[in-house]
């Protein structure tokens, strides 16, 4: 198989799955990557026992096609960040990177996910998996019970499979947790669940067959990508949302087309891509089903959006300091060390390099001799969300490193052990934790806008405001944006609500704990979007002051700083009448994301 050339998605202002994008100024649309027409890619299709020669699907023109060497299109407003980051993995070249020999990270992750192409596979995974295998097949071959191999699920653990049942009884499991509801993922989602199975399939635990695995890659490879609802996890395996992707490996269930909006008939999209659907045997039904893909996959998503974050909210906050000439004297490194939480000193090490070397050492020209603790506490906020960051990106890799099925399967001893090693308890507190910080970030963002919106009011006359509708030279902020502002702080302590505690009991009081991690991992997401947007208002009033009341010198003001400035002044000076708030919002959002990643750790 030839590597199919990567691209990465457009990611600007990207309508919401199932609306159509308004017709708005080309300045607010970075034009989206141009698809290919025509493609052809290879597949392999291989036996457990060896592999089949390769073969070439006859493939005639088709949109389908054209997907095997295209980067994938995301309608979630979670595009605006898509590509920016600091992460070492970033400089990886994928064409490097081989699954099952390489670390797995949240970062290389999502770069794999934007895009449809060919996946390396070490040679080892194949040994792996046939050693799993073996004891799968020894097992059954000494008639022991064996959950899932030769015995049902859940509440049926103790009921013997027959073996001429064997197929149909995948096929069962396949259908009796075809439970998930709600919108179908992203295309980015649904890649990221498969390839955080991929991974872990390749670790050689979970003893399925080769071709599961390998139906499984050539999804991916081909671009089918399976209609997964977004509803109906507990956090103990992934159950419902996995059956979605099991159902498309044998020709049911639906795939999503190449909008990523609309559905086909599973069936339809496996004979375009030149597929066949698989036939299961002993133990693949559980060994897909069986896992945490869907919580690991979002998470490793988030985790990437996380990181992106904390950066931008550096960013964001020593722009705000800029506008409001706030004091940095407090961020000096004698005075954080004093108290010396690595976050801290990393945070306050940051705003020093983006404030500039005058104004992080100079004296303080604040106008009072304290300000508000809504900016003398941002190293001390920032520094614990940046550690907490940092605990969700280490479990989410742990995950995607791990053999976490159940049961274990031990190789040396030939034996199948029943395990917990599903509970995604950690990565589910972890994401309690940072949603708790975010509503910090929200109460502390909002107070500076509202210091900022004091500034417009006071020092811009009603004439001035009224006249600054039309003037591209002192462009116009809505100060009703307090509200909106104000809103959001609302939004993001709400999502504060730990979720990780509320799992209730299933299976018949068989799965009597459940840690809740998908949904722990959704909500952050629901409060990265509205921090986002307020990060995004809280830079936009900052410009709004700096253009009220000029800064006297602009050679002391860090380059970011003045980046991030010059951009906003620009999106506020775009005249015309058809461009909304929200949208000029959602560009300086796309722009924060971009420049930050050039924030490093000083």
Known sequence: MRPATRRPHPHLLAAPPGTTAEPTSPAFFTPPVP??????????????????????????????????KRSVTDGSSAGVNALAGTSADASLPLSS????????????????????????????????????RGVIESVMARGEPAYG???????LRDQEIPEELQ?????????????????????????????????????????????????????????VTPAIPSEGSVGAADLSMLAAIGNVLVGRGRVLDET????????????????????????????????????????????VRLDRFTASADLVVAHTFDALNGSVKGFQEKVVAARPHPGQIRAAARFRSLLGSSRAYGPATAGSLQDPLSMRTVPQVHGTLIEQADVLRESVTVELNARSENPYIDV???????????????????????RLLLAHFGIMSERRCSLMIRRLRSERSLVEQVLSIDDAEHPFVPVILANTASSLMARLQQLAAPVSHLGGVVGD????????????????????????RLLAIEALLAVGVGVAAPAPSMKD????????????????????PAIMTSQRIDRVRADIAELSEHVQDA
């Open 557 to 576: 003001r860090a380059p970011l700083v003045v980046q991030l400035s010059k951009r906003i002044r620009e999106t506020l000076a775009l005249n015309d």
């Open 149 to 155: 191999v030769n015995r049902g699920l859940g509440p």
């Open 412 to 434: 040396d001893n030939d034996v199948i052990i029943s395990n917990g090693n599903f509970s995604t308890i950690q990565m589910a507190i972890t994401a309690d934790s940072v």
């Open 97 to 132: 990177f081989v699954i099952g020999r390489d670390r797995m990270t949240p970062r290389i992750l999502e770069r794999l996910a934007v895009t449809v192409g060919h996946l390396d596979i070490d040679p080892h995974v194949r040994v792996r998996l046939a050693e799993a």
């Open 167 to 223: 197929h149909a009884f995948q096929l069962f499991v396949l259908a009796s947790h075809d439970a998930a509801v709600g919108r179908n993922l992203t295309p980015i989602e649904a890649r990221s669940v498969m390839l955080a199975r991929l991974a872990v399939m390749a670790q050689g635990n979970s003893g399925a067959t080769t071709s599961l695995f390998e139906g499984l890659r050539c999804l991916l490879e081909c671009g």
């Open 35 to 68: 698809r290919s027409t025509r493609s052809e890619f290879r597949m392999q299709q291989h036996a457990d026992a060896e592999q089949r020669p390769q073969v070439r699907p006859t493939m005639r023109p088709n949109r389908r096609a054209a997907q095997a």
């Open 509 to 532: 009081g068989v799965e009597d704990h459940n840690a809740q991690g998908y949904l722990a991992v959704r909500l952050l997401e629901d409060s990265l979007e509205a921090a986002e």
């Open 260 to 303: 990523g909006t609309q559905t086909v008939p599973a069936r339809e999209a496996l004979a375009t891509a030149g597929l066949v659907p698989l036939e299961l045997a002993a133990k693949d039904g559980l060994a897909l089903v069986g896992a945490n893909a869907a919580s690991v996959g979002i998470a490793a998503l988030t985790s």
